[in-house]
């Protein structure tokens, strides 16, 4: 999933960032109000990760507006600022949860899959498809009783691909979800990823649907 951080504490923000592309996210970091609103105008996220006070606003400020203009995007709100005051203007300004820091990123990387999941109106915590159960935890999958270890980037292309069950996605999108903008984007870096999957998976378990993109099989692959 692709996430924005809005944070200006710059060890915080870092830290946000690797810790979340270690555990299977893809991370974009901005500090200010002004380039929140950027990228979200210039990129497709997942949800977002904001802190209240930002150097040009206020975070709560943000969302409200956001909200008022019709964004849905899951939006999960942190702050130093943790009475319970403080967690009732957020949540009213439109934040979907609220953590105070310190905080642990454990958690905050299963709040952030549990906001994906509401969003896309899922109630299963490890997603289901022909056979393979997936554990986004541990970056995992199980099949015919076999436990099945995912490359990070691996396991985004197929998250992604059960995120939208029977839809075709096409190079850009899945590039989209693998990469952050100051990532270089390799020629054929979906393609390999493709190819280790249905090694591990099965040939049939992906589809490519020619010229278009790739999409889940709708038949039992075995």
Sequence with gaps: MRVLIVEDDETLGDGLSVGLRLKGFTPELVTTCEDARAALEAGDFGAMVLDVMLPDGSGCDLLARL????????????????????????????????????????????????????????????????????????????????????????????????DRPGAILDRAALEDRLYGWQEGVESNAVEVHIHNLRAKLGSRFIETVRGVGYRLAAEDPA
């Design 67 to 162: 909200r008022g203009e019709g964004t849905a995007l899951p939006v999960l709100m942190l702050s130093a600022l943790d009475e319970v005051n403080d967690r009732i203007t957020g949540l009213d300004a439109g934040a979907d949860d609220y953590l105070g820091k310190p905080f642990d990123l454990d958690e905050v990387a299963a709040r952030l899959r549990a906001l994906s999941r509401r969003a896309s109106g899922r109630a299963s915590a490890e997603p289901q498809w022909n056979g393979l159960t997936l554990d986004p935890a541990r970056m995992e999958g199980t099949m015919n009783g076999r436990v099945l270890a995912f490359s990070r980037r691996e396991f985004t292309i197929l998250s992604a691909l059960m």
